[in-house]
């Protein structure tokens, strides 16, 4: 893959960001390797984060413009977080 100057969107960090992880989580990288690796993660890490915080930013403005809707935190239903699909195999 070339790689250009300008920075990966969002989701193309992302998907990069996971084939890091995959690799890095089967354990056969030497250590140099995998310094790298981990390193270039963080990067990405960092810049999906700062891609995320800009997304949500535009939206509170546009919702601010829009008037009327509120801005509320995200919280996950307790039924969903005691709910989990049983392990493959059983």
Known sequence: MVRNSKAPDFEEALAELEGLVERLERGDLPLDEALK???????????CQ?????????????????????????????????????????
């Open 50 to 90: 700062s891609s995320l915080k800009a997304a949500q930013q535009k939206v509170e403005i546009l919702l601010k413009r829009g008037g009327g809707a509120e801005v509320e935190p995200f919280t996950v239903p307790e039924d969903a977080t005691t709910t989990a699909a049983p392990p493959v195999g059983e």
């Open 37 to 47: 690796t981990f390193e270039r993660g963080v990067e990405l890490t960092r810049h």
